[in-house]
């Protein structure tokens, strides 16, 4: 479980293609304080810590998980958003996120305003029951608020912290991102479906 608080950044150091799978090397400056087998989020998406080597650690994201993200389109030099899982008896500054991306999204429009960045991006709109105005949304792993909410768009604004500590100052205009939406609409939503049916 995450928080959606990024904690740095990492670089994406070498590629490897295991079958189905991708092998990821990454940079980062925690890499000698994680251990393997733990679980850590890159750009919303949880993979599991599997080797480390000095500066960098191996992750390996599986079929489904390429399939469902924008990892696949990863290349090397890349910077992703890190953060480890939150400990228990933390204080939750985001909220609760769970690592598993359910969609990409793209960035439609990004504009600088007065001491802040706006973003603009647009989803697969079978989602669309998942998200309300001033929701909870997390972005390339990043907590925000969601408004000005349709059928398959949001918006989100970035406070200079979140744009210079996070890659959210790297997407452009059709860049692809990574979508978790709240878990709780996601109770909610089946909670529905089954008194239904």
């Not at 939150?86 to 690592?99: S, T």
């Amino acid at each position: 479980m995450f928080t959606g608080i990024i904690e740095c950044e990492g670089t994406v150091n070498e590629i490897v293609p295991e079958g189905s799978n991708i092998d990821f090397w990454i940079e980062s400056d925690i890499a000698h304080e994680l251990k393997v087998d733990q679980s850590v989020a890159h750009n919303g998406v949880c993979l599991t810590v599997v080797q480390i080597s000095g500066k960098c650690y191996r992750v390996t994201a599986v079929a489904e998980t390429l399939a469902k993200t924008n990892l696949g389109q990863w290349q090397e030099e890349e910077v992703v958003n890190i953060e480890r899982a939150m400990k228990v008896g933390d204080r939750l500054d985001g909220h609760f996120v769970q690592g598993h991306v359910d969609c990409t999204g793209v960035c439609s429009e990004k504009q600088k305003l007065e001491g802040s960045w706006l973003f603009k991006f647009s989803f697969p709109e079978e989602f669309a029951a998942l998200i309300i105005e001033k929701g909870s949304i997390c972005i390339n792993g990043v907590s925000l608020t969601a408004f000005n909410v349709g059928k398959n768009e949001l918006t989100v604004t970035i406070i200079p912290y979140t744009y210079n500590h996070t890659n959210f100052s790297y997407i452009e205009k059709d860049s692809i991102v990574n979508i978790e939406f709240d878990v709780l609409g996601k109770y909610l939503l089946r909670k529905a479906e089954l008194a239904n049916s």
